[in-house]
Nanobody
Framework: VQLQASGGGLVQAGGSLRLSCAAS????????MGWYRQAPGKQRELVAI???????NYAASVKGRFTISRDNGKNTVSLQMVSLKPEDTAVYYC????????????WGQGTQVTVSS
């Protein structure tokens, strides 16, 4: 599975950005897709995930501001981010997890999101 992320950039606090990620390769094996982020000096953390059936899970810090969506036909996952805060600044990584046991995880290349105050 290969993941290609796009979007991100620099935005002022209160602004919006949209991240997209396209999967290729063994896409039939993908169950859950989502986004994680890593701020400088911090561990990578879950932002939002969505399974093939559309069930979602969000970090408490982004709930109500971020919306994850998925197009199974196009093998893409997107993250719409609104009301951005400086603390949302991080490198955002697209992730895919497979149905297989044990689960295999794949990562995109990361895209920088910077929110200025």
């Amino acid at each position: 599975v290969q993941l290609q992320a796009s979007g991100g950039g620099l935005v002022q606090a209160g602004g919006s950005l949209r991240l997209s990620c396209a999967a290729s390769g063994s896409i039939f094996s993908i169950n859950v897709m989502g986004w994680y982020r890593q701020a400088p000096g911090k561990q990578r953390e879950l932002v939002a995930i969505i399974d093939r059936g559309g069930i979602t899970n969000y970090a408490a810090s982004v709930k109500g501001r971020f919306t994850i969506s998925r197009d199974n036909g196009k093998n893409t996952v997107s993250l719409q981010m609104v009301s951005l805060k400086p603390e949302d600044t991080a490198v955002y990584y697209c992730n895919a997890a497979t149905y297989s046991q044990p689960v295999s995880f794949y990562w995109g290349q990361g895209t920088q999101v910077t929110v200025s105050s």
